[in-house]
């Protein structure tokens, strides 16, 4: 049974590809939802993306019109942080870099209040280290969703060393509430998913750089293991800089060589081919 929880509100921060697909869900799930990025035009594509996925289940008769018209009214774009304040749980998504997502922290634990659950969506980083940035480590917790949001049913809640029980239960009955399955995984890189995910797409690119062509790699893992994406078109949607950012976690972190990030995923980024997002990667989109 879900556990009846005080949430209402939630934030999102990050309106990128996972941020905006938390906010759908969010909002689809009836919670009132606000979304903010420092970007105005990410922020504005990404409630643009929402509207078309919606639209696009509209279609397909899979909601009503009045669904569509609901989620849209329980979601709001913020101003800035400070709008923020009145939020129960508040998901970081925003880029992979701890800086970055320390500042915000500190930030968010001044204009939240003190209840509110901080929760982060990385992919690697480790939650001991961000609620380190606040006052109030007790309430900061992992959840991890996975790409695409709306589709795919996994959470990882990852607790940090500081993370309460009472921050855990909410997390897991809110994530119960918006109709995903959750695990708990541990804070060490890379949590469950990505420390057995990026090794693999990091060896097919490894491949690639061998010789292998891009096409032939994705066909055997997805004819060969049943696998619906190949790697290499899993990395281009998972986005490259992400990936690069999660296999130097890992590889720092771990201290281990099986986890160094492949020479040419680095040539990648360096010539700004991130992926579907901007559109080349090891695919032309
Ligand atoms: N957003 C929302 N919905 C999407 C979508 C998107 N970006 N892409 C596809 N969908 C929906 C489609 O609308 C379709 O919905 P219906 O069944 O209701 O019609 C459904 O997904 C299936 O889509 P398609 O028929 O177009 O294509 P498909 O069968 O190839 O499925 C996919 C697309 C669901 C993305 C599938 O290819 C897949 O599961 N890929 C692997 C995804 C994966 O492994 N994700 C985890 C990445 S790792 C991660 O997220 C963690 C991290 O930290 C990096
Ligand atoms: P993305 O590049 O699509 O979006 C990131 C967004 O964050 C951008 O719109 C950017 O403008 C915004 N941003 C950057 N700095 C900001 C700041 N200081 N304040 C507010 N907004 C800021 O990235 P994404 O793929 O959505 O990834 C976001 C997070 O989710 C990362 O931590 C990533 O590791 C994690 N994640 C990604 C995936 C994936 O498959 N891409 C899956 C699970 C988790």
């Not at 990128?16 to 689809?28: D, E, L, P, S, Y």
């Not at 980083?125 to 917790?141: D, F, H, L, N, W």
């Not at 990026?198 to 097919?204: D, F, R, T, V």
Request: with cysteine; glycine share 8%; proline share 3%.
């Amino acid at each position: 049974m879900t556990k009846k929880i005080g949430v209402k509100k939630i934030g999102v921060i990050g309106a990128g590809q996972m941020g905006a697909g938390i906010a759908q869900v969010c909002a689809f799930s009836d919670f009132k939802t606000i979304l903010w990025d420092a970007n105005d035009k990410s922020l504005s594509n990404g409630v643009s993306s929402i509207n078309a996925q919606l639209d696009k289940l509209v279609k397909k008769e899979k909601i009503t019109e009045e669904k569509k018209v609901d989620t849209l009214n329980n979601l709001t774009s913020a101003s800035n942080l400070k709008d923020f304040s009145d939020c129960d749980i508040v998901i970081e998504a925003i880029i992979e870099n701890f800086e970055i997502k320390s500042k915000l922290f500190k930030e968010l634990d001044e204009v939240t209040q003190n209840s509110t659950i901080l929760a982060t969506n990385t992919s690697s980083i480790s939650i001991t280290k961000i609620a380190g940035a606040t006052k109030r480590p007790e309430k900061v917790v992992g959840v991890h969703f996975m790409n695409p949001v709306p589709i795919m049913k996994l959470v990882e809640i990852i607790k940090g060393l500081q993370t309460n029980e009472n921050t855990y239960q909410t997390v897991e009955s809110f994530c119960k509430k918006i109709n995903k399955t959750t695990v708990l995984g541990i804070d060490m890189p890379g949590f469950i998913v990505n420390r057995i995910l990026c090794p693999m797409i990091n060896e097919a690119i490894f491949l690639l750089q061998e010789g292998v062509k891009a096409e032939d790699i994705d066909s055997a893992m997805k004819l060969g293991t049943n696998q619906p994406m190949g790697p290499l078109e899993l990395a281009d949607f998972v986005g490259l800089d992400t990936l690069l950012y999660i296999l130097q976690i890992l590889h720092r972190e771990l201290g281990e060589d099986k986890y160094r990030p492949c020479p040419l995923l680095v040539k990648y980024i360096e010539a700004g081919w991130y992926g579907k997002k901007s559109g080349k990667g090891f695919y032309q989109y």
